[in-house]
């Protein structure tokens, strides 16, 4: 199923500013924060403001597409595509995040 169909399944509207701001945490695994996909979109959504990127954020955490990374003493909030299993390690001298890749076992 496609974001689109998940969201309208879920009684969202489909609109550009949320498709982009999908296809922004979609197409970059470098887990970036709110402000920086604000940055990166508003040349293309000149009117798109940082709310709407949070707004449409917590739609996309809401429907599991999504999730939200918080670093040990640090109060930025940074954000991850959910597009195949895998775990966020960070490393503790430069705070670098990173995708490990795992298997999940089939527990049926």
Do not use: W
């Amino acid at each position: 199923m496609d974001i689109a169909q998940i969201l309208r399944s879920e009684g969202f509207k489909v609109t550009p500013q949320r498709i982009a701001i999908y296809d922004a945490l979609r197409g970059h695994h470098n887990h970036p924060t709110a402000e920086m996909i604000y940055h990166r979109l508003r040349p293309m959504h000149p009117s798109m403001s940082l709310a709407t990127v949070y707004n449409n954020i917590k739609v996309l955490i809401d429907e599991g597409v999504v999730s939200e990374i918080k670093v040990r003493n640090d109060t930025t909030t940074y954000f991850d595509f959910m597009g195949h299993d895998h775990l966020n390690v960070v490393c503790e001298k430069c705070g670098r995040i990173a995708d490990v890749d795992i298997e999940v076992p089939d527990l049926r």
